[in-house]
């Protein structure tokens, strides 16, 4: 299937590498349209309250100030801003300011003034009366008094269950039966650049919005939503992203640019700060989860009941969404014929969760895999062991009637990696004695290719061939900095024989580009490049046609490659992609010219194995990340330097998660880490050598047999990590994060 591939498969450098190295690349904080008004947000200081009164007497007198938006004076409409397309079922919570007040952050008012400065000076003397009410902070308070209800026309929680089998029975006729609860945090995304937006208003084409976003389709249709406009009149454009994993794919500043620059009949640019983007934008939701698993004597799980409380947050967001995602999940890692998933998202007053790499699939996984270690121990069987003898195999069913899994490579991933990571020896060998404690862990993981099953994922890209030879793939892709637009021209490369630097990929606009569903679910290789290659086939098609006209020979003598066309065995015949591409234009009087539209055909998994040698410092409990070893189910690599450069990042948003991330609130819902000198993120020196292995197996409808890598990268991180802690200390630790106190505790029993 992918023998002797010229371009896919091979390490092309990013499309605008030299100008992120070099500093010049222009982010939409370095934008300046001319004439532009700035924004900056007043947010809650309290958690759980209304607001009673705004005073604004002060702001207004502050030299530059135009005007001050709030609930009194803006559009009460309600959305969420999870929301992908029109009509989605997604509860619909937020409006652009609240005076009912939800969590520290929540947005109450906006000063719009010439300067940035005047319009942050002005934002700090508006004075907030508020009512203030009890937060509700715990995760299992769902049944909130009537006093910490959260939203009056709305349930505070929401229930979802996913099964299989039959639970009671399989748990009665279980040999041992095994319980568990593991606890998972909100993480800030941590993305370099902070959350941004310009919104530029036009007399007859209405709104143009300059977005570091990863669905410009979904911002047009909830900023229509609130402005009432058609969507012709609300463009979304696409710019460089400094970083997302997630923290981009809601719709959160938008709909405030859109309104006031409409309102103001001006240009406005809102830009927040470190802390407003920990404050106010989204989170990975937290979650508290309960595993009940029944195994037989040989060690097979023949049931598991899981529990899942979701933190939404202050308002439900895509809460809802991530917790049946991370439900999913849960079915199609490991043969396990009775299984029940119950999800309960829950909202309390702190700042909202959402989409965050992985989209539940961290939690669930964590939850899931460190609970696995403990029923392996339980029945005194290695861990690997235990995996190999309950693990999915190639194209099996899903249980819940979900798509097919695929060419599920999961038990070569651990096999191999076991293996490499030298695992039964490193057993015997780690170190248990003295201050410095050895351990080793592993977790596995998976993750899906797009929405199939789920949504509607299709998406259309246009191709034309130049005069010149060049080629412009008209697509609405999403290019993070994950090498997006360079894999894309790798496979319409491969298909044309036509070098990549020739082969512009367009981005994100909703004026030009033809619909695509965004980047997100792991859906751009694997849907998107599906695509870009069929799109690349009919174009080759069209070229092999028109220049049999012009030789006036059979289609099938025409030989296409390198660059170049020719008659078969009539070598002064060659002429150059761009000779042949102008005479088309000028004898045929035809463009070279393609449109199509793929539909994703199925949705397989991507697997993943993990393994992590840790050392606890069992005077000061911190943990040293010594050696990690990722193991990667991937189809094929498109570009393997992008990804081993998603699995290094991964890992290391991972290793956040297993040991120092987390928003930490007071009793009062204030968060006390707000800024990066209170909330440790890893740093090169907290990194361990990481090595990595693909298993490159193919998969059916990828692209060359590709599939997905850059969410599921940082899935099995933290459970491997926590798992060889565990085995370093002998302990049962299961709240994220491992903190030096939590380890000292456990330690000091």
């Not at 029975?169 to 609860?181: G, L, R, W």
Request: proline share 4%; hydrophobic share 35%; aromatic share 8%.
């Amino acid at each position: 299937m992918t023998d002797n591939l010229k371009y896919v498969g091979k390490n092309v450098p990013l499309h605008d590498i030299r100008q992120k190295v070099t500093g010049s690349m222009k982010y939409l904080g370095d934008m300046d349209l001319g004439n532009m008004l700035h924004i900056k947000l007043v947010l809650s200081r309290i958690a759980n309250g209304k607001v009673v009164n705004i005073d604004t007497s002060l702001a207004e007198k502050v030299p530059g100030v135009v005007k001050i938006y709030s609930y009194a004076n803006t559009p009460s409409i309600k959305y969420s801003g999870s929301a992908w397309f029109k009509g989605e079922n997604t509860p619909k919570t937020e409006t652009m300011f609240s005076q009912r007040v939800r969590f520290v952050g929540d947005r109450i008012a906006a000063v719009v003034a010439e300067t940035q400065e005047a319009a942050r000076k002005a934002a700090e003397l508006v004075k907030i009366e508020y009512e203030e009410y009890e937060p509700v902070l715990n995760v299992e308070d769902y049944l909130n008094t009537l006093e910490g209800k959260l939203h009056e026309d709305e349930p505070d929680y929401y229930i979802k269950e996913i099964s299989c089998g039959s639970m009671e029975d399989a748990f009665e006729k279980a040999d041992k039966v095994i319980f568990d609860e593991v606890e998972t945090q909100k993480i800030h995304h941590a993305a370099m650049e902070n959350h941004i937006c310009i919104a530029v208003p036009h007399p007859v084409e209405g709104i143009t919005i300059y977005s570091p976003c990863q669905i410009v389709y979904g911002v047009q249709c909830i900023v229509a939503q609130i402005l009432n406009m058609p969507l012709n009149k609300v463009r979304v454009v696409k710019v460089p992203t400094g970083g997302s994993f997630g923290g981009k794919q809601e719709t959160i500043l938008e709909p405030i640019c859109a309104y006031i620059a409409m309102d103001l009949n001006k240009g406005v640019k809102l830009e927040f700060e470190r802390k407003e983007s920990i404050l106010s934008t989204r989170t990975r939701n937290a979650t508290k989860g309960y595993v009940k698993t029944a195994v037989d004597r040989d060690g097979r799980i023949i049931a598991r009941d899981v529990k899942v409380i979701l933190d939404a947050g202050a308002y439900t967001s895509g809460g809802c969404k991530v917790s049946i995602a991370a439900g999913k999940k849960s079915f199609r890692l490991y043969r396990i014929p009775n299984q029940r998933y119950k999800g309960i998202v829950v909202n309390t007053n702190t700042p909202v969760g959402g989409a965050c790499r992985g989209y539940g699939s961290p939690q669930i996984h964590a939850i899931t895999e460190i609970s696995m270690d403990n029923v392996a121990r339980s029945i005194g069987m290695d861990p690997v062991e235990f995996r190999l003898k309950n693990l999915v195999h190639p194209y099996d069913e899903d249980p819940t009637g979900a798509p097919n899994l695929g060419n599920s490579r999961i038990i070569d991933c651990v096999e191999k990696g076991a293996a490499e990571f030298n695992w039964l020896e490193r057993r015997k060998n780690c170190n248990k004695e003295g201050r410095f404690k050895q351990g080793i862990g592993m977790a596995c993981a998976t993750h899906g290719n797009g929405y199939f099953g789920a949504y509607h994922d299709f998406t259309r890209m246009n191709l034309r061939m130049l005069s010149d030879g060049s080629l412009i793939l008209e697509s609405g892709l999403h290019e993070l900095g994950c090498g997006t637009i360079v894999s894309i021209a790798q496979i319409v490369a491969e298909v044309l024989d036509v070098d990549v630097t020739k082969i512009h990929v367009t981005e994100g606009d909703t004026r030009f580009s033809p619909y695509d569903l965004g980047s997100q679910a792991s859906r751009v290789t694997y849907v998107c490049g599906a695509c870009a290659k069929e799109t690349a086939l009919l174009l080759k098609e069209l070229i092999l046609e028109n220049a049999a006209r012009i030789y006036k020979a059979p289609k099938e003598s025409i030989e296409m490659k390198g660059g170049y066309i020719w008659v078969k065995g009539e070598e002064e015949t060659k002429r150059t992609y761009g000779d042949m591409a102008f005479e088309i234009q000028k004898t045929n009087k035809t463009e070279l010219y393609v449109s199509h539209e793929y539909e994703s055909k199925a949705n397989p998994g991507s697997y993943a194995a993990h393994f992590a040698e840790v050392v606890v410092d069992t005077y000061t409990g911190l943990v040293k990340v010594d050696d990690y070893l990722a193991v990667h189910d991937i189809g094929k690599a498109i570009n393997p330097g992008f990804v081993e450069g998603q699995i290094l990042g991964g890992v290391q948003m991972g290793i956040g998660m297993a040991l120092y991330e987390e928003i930490k609130f007071d009793a009062k819902g204030r968060p006390v880490n707000d800024s990066f000198a209170k909330y440790h993120l890893v740093n090169a020196p907290d990194m361990p050598k990481v090595k990595t292995l693909l298993i490159e197996e193919g998969e059916d409808y990828g692209p060359y047999g590709a599939k997905s890598i850059g969410e599921l990268c940082t899935v099995p991180v933290a459970p491997a990590i926590v798992n060889a802690v565990n085995d370093a200390l002998g302990t049962k630790l299961s709240s994220l994060p491992l903190t030096p106190e939590k380890i000292l505790a456990a330690i000091e029993g």
